[in-house]
């Protein structure tokens, strides 16, 4: 087979493709037609089958113990179930990353006109440092990512985006699934990007009997986290150099983030964008901003909010449109073809940061 792997995995960036004596000549390829190519080793099994959140396509057997399948399954970034007679299997010879709560396997398949966005080839490249930060709010130690241009030169001072990943997801997703660092690279290398420090940080934290972790994290990021890296890195401290933003449930952490402290931020960023909480009971004391036009629109030099046309939460943003039809706030409105998922993610990324820090 001819072997192919993301150079963003987050389990080897050189892998061994197995012992073929053990293991077998399993994996994937991917088509030049867009497809992907499966073959598989399930001895015993009576069938195996890929899953898409519920659209299954089957590998047929061709051998005692391997099973193929060519299929299409989309353009882009996919999360995948492989599942041998009902089973969810994680596959070592699949690409893994961490989503859905859980390690997972996916296959990214090239978007026409998006592959050198996170093209490598005569490109200076940051680098992306994990940190743990002690939470006064949680009271244990959390993770973070840090990306540094490749310029990066601690005697200057720099912007900074906080940026955030989805439910189920961690402070990796925006490297290892959105390629942000390599997007970084090529906007700024091309002149298209101010300079920044990008900070990703978990937003799944959890703290026995305390708010739900969406809530939870907009805690942390005041209390523990900008003052962990305002110590520790070269930025400037005023709101127009300081930004958040971020995808689905990110995104509703920036709104509550930045809509209850405008003094902090003058930019901000909704990604299968959520103003209001998509779970019901939340508290919406953020949104009172709205109901003063001027200040809010004094506030955020950018308060972007964009969504997948084919988005399960596409009447959520709908809702959101209407409420802003009442307000005097301005807010910069994008869609992108695609549904909840990396492949709108990345096309929200790549458009919002050249808005950063511009004068």
Not at 128 to 136: D, G, L, Q, T
Not at 295 to 311: H, I, K, L, P
């Amino acid at each position: 087979m001819n072997k192919q792997w993301p150079l963003d995995t987050a389990v080897s960036f050189d892998p061994y493709y197995g012992e073929p004596d053990r293991d077998g000549d399993q994996g994937y390829e991917i088509t030049p037609d867009g497809k992907v190519f499966f073959r598989i080793k399930a001895p015993n099994a009576k069938a195996v089958e890929i899953d898409q959140f519920g659209r299954v396509q089957a590998l047929q057997r061709v051998s005692d113990e391997m099973w193929e399948g060519t299929l299409d399954l989309g353009r882009g970034f996919q999360y995948i179930f492989l599942k041998i007679d009902g089973a969810d299997v994680l596959n070592p010879y699949l690409p893994i990353g961490y989503g859905c709560c859980r390690p997972m396997n996916f296959i990214d398949v090239p978007v026409p006109g998006e592959q050198e966005w996170g093209d490598m080839e005569g490109v200076p490249h940051g680098a992306v440092a994990r940190h743990w930060y002690p939470s006064s709010v949680t009271g244990k130690l959390e993770a973070c990512l840090v990306y540094t241009p490749a310029g990066y030169d601690p005697a200057k001072r720099y912007p900074v985006l906080y940026l955030q990943h989805g439910y189920g997801e961690n402070e990796t997703g925006w490297v290892y699934q959105g390629h942000v660092a390599r997007i970084a690279d090529r906007l700024i290398f091309e002149g298209n990007m101010a300079e920044m420090i990008i900070v990703m940080a978990n937003g799944m934290i959890q703290k026995t009997g305390a708010e739900k972790p969406p809530v939870l994290f907009a805690q942390v990021i005041i209390d523990d986290l900008i003052p962990y890296i305002e110590a520790r890195y070269p930025v400037l401290t005023d709101k127009w150099h300081r930004a958040m933003a971020g995808l689905s449930m990110g995104s509703y952490q920036t709104s509550r983030v930045t809509l209850s402290h405008p003094e902090l931020f003058g930019y901000a960023g909704l990604f299968s964008g959520f103003l209001r909480s998509p779970w019901p009971g939340e508290p919406e004391k953020h949104l009172e901003l709205l109901d003063d036009g001027e200040r809010f629109n004094a506030s955020f030099r950018v308060f972007y909010r964009a969504m997948g046309t084919e988005d399960q939460f596409f009447s959520h943003f709908e809702q959101d449109d209407a409420l802003l039809a009442t307000k005097h706030a301005k807010m910069l409105r994008r869609t992108f073809p695609g549904g909840h998922d990396w492949g709108v993610w990345r096309r929200c990324i790549h458009d919002f940061l050249p808005m950063l820090f511009r004068d």
